[in-house]
């Protein structure tokens, strides 16, 4: 968990403007999580759009990776205050899972839910026109284990506790829940650039 008072490294003048406040510029990708890695196997992996305990889409790895891809590259930012520029990802876009299950989102609000059973909440409207995506690929490559392949969701407008990794589905939900770390104490939205790092901020 990110701490108060801590300020980071001060930024070259050149970075300083697409760095968030409160964020540092590292080259590494830090591996951060709750627990070990889980051991998910491609031939039995599954991603479901659910409506509470609904499911209204699912698809297997096969059928995932012949969807339309979409790609995006540009800055991360981890609420443990540490920022990467230019990343590359690519995957299947929200908009994309919708347009193939053939449904309009059903609610306001979902939970994205991950195999080691990890949750956050994300407004349905972070996640439409173009804003976010079901990434599988980072710098060309498979993501790997430690950073939450097979497949990792990627909002990378917010706090990347938000960007769940080893993602299994979207759960809508009626009210806005809060998911692992919003209900110990993070931010329940987590923009980066108004530092929404806590409850209250």
Same mark, same amino acid.
């Given at each position: 968990?990110?701490?108060?008072?801590?300020?980071?490294?001060?930024?070259?003048?050149?970075? $300083?403007?697409?760095?968030?406040?409160?964020?540092?510029?590292?080259?590494?990708?830090?591996?951060?999580?709750?627990?070990?890695?889980?051991?998910?196997?491609?031939?039995?992996?599954?991603?479901?759009?659910?409506?509470?305990?609904?499911?209204?889409?699912?698809?297997?790895?096969?059928?995932?990776?012949?969807?339309? $891809?979409?790609?995006?590259?540009?800055?991360?930012?981890?609420?443990?205050?540490?920022?990467?520029?230019?990343?590359?990802?690519?995957?299947?876009?929200?908009?994309?899972?919708?347009?193939?299950?053939?449904?309009?989102?059903?609610?306001?609000?979902?939970?994205?839910?991950?195999?080691?059973?990890?949750?956050?909440?994300?407004?349905?409207?972070?996640?439409?026109?173009?804003?976010?995506?079901?990434?599988?690929?980072?710098?060309?490559?498979?993501?790997?284990?430690?950073?939450?392949?097979?497949?990792?969701?990627?909002?990378?407008?917010?706090?990347?506790?938000?960007?769940?990794?080893?993602?299994?589905?979207?759960?809508?939900?009626?009210?806005?829940?809060?998911?692992?770390?919003?209900? $110990?104490?993070?931010?329940?939205?987590?923009?980066?650039? $108004?530092?929404?790092?806590?409850?209250?901020?």
């Amino acid at each position: 968990m990110a701490t108060r008072g801590f300020t980071g490294r001060r930024p070259p003048e050149a970075t $300083r403007e697409r760095l968030p406040p409160g964020q540092y510029l590292t080259d590494d990708f830090p591996v951060l999580q709750i627990g070990p890695n889980p051991q998910i196997d491609l031939a039995a992996w599954r991603f479901t759009l659910r409506e509470g305990a609904r499911p209204l889409k699912s698809w297997s790895w096969d059928a995932f990776q012949a969807l339309p $891809r979409t790609r995006w590259g540009g800055d991360i930012h981890c609420v443990t205050k540490w920022s990467k520029f230019d990343t590359a990802w690519e995957g299947v876009s929200f908009d994309d899972l919708l347009a193939d299950a053939g449904i309009a989102a059903p609610t306001d609000y979902l939970l994205a839910e991950g195999y080691d059973d990890y949750t956050t909440n994300v407004p349905v409207a972070d996640l439409t026109g173009g804003k976010a995506m079901v990434a599988t690929l980072y710098d060309g490559q498979p993501i790997p284990l430690d950073h939450g392949g097979p497949a990792r969701l990627l909002v990378p407008h917010l706090y990347f506790w938000k960007s769940a990794k080893w993602v299994k589905g979207l759960r809508f939900t009626a009210r806005d829940e809060a998911g692992f770390w919003e209900l $110990r104490g993070y931010h329940m939205y987590g923009d980066p650039w $108004r530092e929404q790092r806590f409850t209250g901020d």
